[in-house]
């Protein structure tokens, strides 16, 4: 029995998968079990940010996995402290406190506990709890219960009703439609400084600052989903600085990239006053929230040695560079398949006029064109129906963007000629 039967008999077919068994990988580069190399610009989807194996993830790896794996959050884990002020002081750059989960719905759900309890503490004025959040339309935030009620996708949702109350969906960038949806139950905001899932659609500046106006001026929470972009994809440490740099968020939700690979998640909360004495990072107490495994002690050495290396290595500021030098060349190309290039850092997506593809049923064009760069030797990931994205390494070579940028280039071309 092959991995693709193996997978029929055994595994819910939850995900639509490619017909690619992976077997190892190195840097920017992926084999499969035919031995085919592949440039990996999928990276797991914005995960392996120091690309595959790279020596000090996997050192780290081994000498604590050599030392202690596991032990309860009952305890006080050294490894947890030191990634929680790393994140803080080397990364965020706000006072604050920061919990670890597994995942970035995990998170998310976290962040959305924070909002309710200060909703029941700065209550409506008629003494009842706020507890809305509001989200955006395109927006993505998880499959758990939780995060999947927030995410503005009706295709997410689907099937799964009925969802958890207490969310509302405007149009994203759209500073008079997020004002009118404020209510007196409304508690915070909660978006993503790039859609990633949504299209690789960016925040605006005027966007990003009106919705922190609007949240001081309401007592609403400002929180960042920064899951897929955040530590240094977006050409910053933090993804919402690449826009706005002056706003202090009240709680940003983090996981993918800071792992390099290793399962971990997280979310930080502000140390701002909430009142005269209280900080908001206080309301999440002894048994507020929890988690088994989060912050264990193999995780956070993975996680260490993979925001070290980005920080001291200035990843953000290359990731800049990389997407200067993406533009430059895409905007030297002659044909008009591909639109527009989107997004920031190494989190970019190449709109695709669909009129151009060749229609596959069954398949979108970003599903059709994945495909066929597959083929080609480079793995991408659709960014909706029809946006091609991208997320290489950290770490990527011009080289090795030049490289996909032409395997790109002429299948694109390929693909409008048939």
């Known amino acids: 029995m092959n991995t693709a039967e193996t997978f029929a008999q055994y595994v819910l077919p939850t995900y639509g998968r490619f017909p690619l068994v992976p077997v190892k990988g190195e840097g ?9 190399r592949y440039l990996d610009f999928c990276t797991g989807i914005a995960v392996c940010s120091l690309g595959h194996c790279h020596p000090a993830l996997t050192k780290a790896i081994q000498e604590q996995a050599a030392t202690l794996l596991h032990c309860s959050n009952l305890y006080q884990i050294p490894q947890q402290a030191e990634l929680a002020k790393t994140i803080v002081e ?15 719905a995990e998170a998310n759900d976290g962040i959305i506990k924070t909002a309710r309890r200060f909703g029941h503490h700065n209550r409506q004025t008629n003494g009842e709890p706020r507890y809305e959040v509001i989200t955006f339309t395109q927006s993505f935030h998880g499959r758990t219960l939780g995060a999947m009620a927030a995410t503005g996708q009706k295709k997410i949702q689907e099937g799964f009703d009925p969802l958890l109350p207490g ?15 404020i209510s007196p139950i409304t508690v915070a905001i909660l978006l993503e400084p790039i859609q ?3 299209g690789v659609n960016c925040a605006t500046p005027e966007f990003l600052s009106g919705a922190a106006t609007l949240a001081k001026k309401h007592d609403l929470l400002l929180f960042f989903d920064e899951v897929q972009a955040g530590f240094g994809r977006c050409g910053e440490a933090m993804a919402w600085r690449a826009f706005c740099p002056e706003i202090e968020p009240d709680g940003i939700t983090w ?12 979310f930080w909360v502000s140390d701002r006053l909430i009142d005269a004495t209280t900080p908001l990072s206080s309301l999440m107490g002894p048994g507020s929230h929890g988690s088994t495994y989060g912050g264990n002690p193999l ?19 290359h990731a800049r560079s990389m997407e200067a030098h993406i533009r430059e060349v895409f905007a030297s190309w002659d044909q008009t398949t591909l639109t527009v290039v989107r997004g920031k850092g ?18 979108t064009p970003a599903q059709v064109l994945c495909s066929k760069l597959m083929e080609k030797g480079l793995l991408t990931v659709p960014a909706g129906p029809e946006a091609l994205r991208i997320l290489p390494p950290l770490t990527v070579t011009t080289e ?17 000629l048939i």
Not at 168 to 178: E, G, I, Q, S, V
Not at 301 to 317: F, G, T
Not at 346 to 363: N, Y
Not at 400 to 416: G, K, P, W, Y
């Open 346 to 363: 190494l989190l970019l997506g190449f709109a695709i006029d669909a009129t151009k593809m060749p229609i596959v049923e069954g398949k």
């Open 167 to 181: 969310f509302r969906y405007c149009p994203f960038n759209d500073l008079a439609a997020l004002e009118a949806a």
């Open 400 to 416: 090795e963007i030049d490289d996909a940028l032409e395997i790109i280039r002429s299948t694109v071309q390929e693909l409008t």
């Open 90 to 104: 080397d990364h965020v750059g706000i006072a604050g406190k920061v919990f670890f989960s597994n995942s970035g």
């Open 28 to 36: 920017s580069w992926l084999w499969d079990d035919t031995g085919k």
């Open 299 to 317: 995780a956070c050495a993975a996680s260490l040695a993979v925001l070290k290396v980005i920080h001291e290595q200035d990843l953000a500021i």
């Open 255 to 266: 996981a993918k990239g800071m792992g390099g690979g290793f399962p971990i998640g997280a």
């Open 196 to 198: 990633g899932e949504g």
